[in-house]
């Protein structure tokens, strides 16, 4: 079997689509754990972020911790966030690499 670096949306994937808020439950934990459990690298590939509060962002400033949060508080970890942690030797594109 091939293992995969498989990169997961969050709003509307993870969670219903709730944003800023973390949605309800949809059921993906358990299937996310068991890509990992069978050997699979996820990366968190989402549109949230954490910013300054002083950016004045209206959704608030800690979006993408809330998210991670998500993850840790369903013990499914997360190999990358945004980023593959192996692609920064052979490019610069902050598109992240799955297989």
């Not at 509307?12 to 800023?20: D, V």
């Not at 699979?40 to 991670?68: C, E, F, K």
């Not at 993850?71 to 190999?79: A, K, M, T, V, W």
């Amino acid at each position: 079997m091939k293992l995969l670096t498989i990169l997961v949306d969050f709003d509307g994937t993870c969670t219903t689509h709730e944003f800023p808020a973390i949605g309800k439950d949809i059921g993906a934990a358990p299937v996310l754990r068991e890509l990992v459990s069978a050997g699979h690298q996820l990366i968190l590939w989402t549109m949230r972020s954490d910013r300054n509060p002083d950016d004045h962002d209206p959704y608030g400033h800690d979006g993408l911790t809330q998210a991670v949060k998500w993850f840790e508080d369903r013990n499914i970890p997360l190999y990358g966030i945004n980023t593959n942690p192996t692609q920064a030797p052979w490019t610069s594109s902050p598109k992240a690499y799955g297989t």
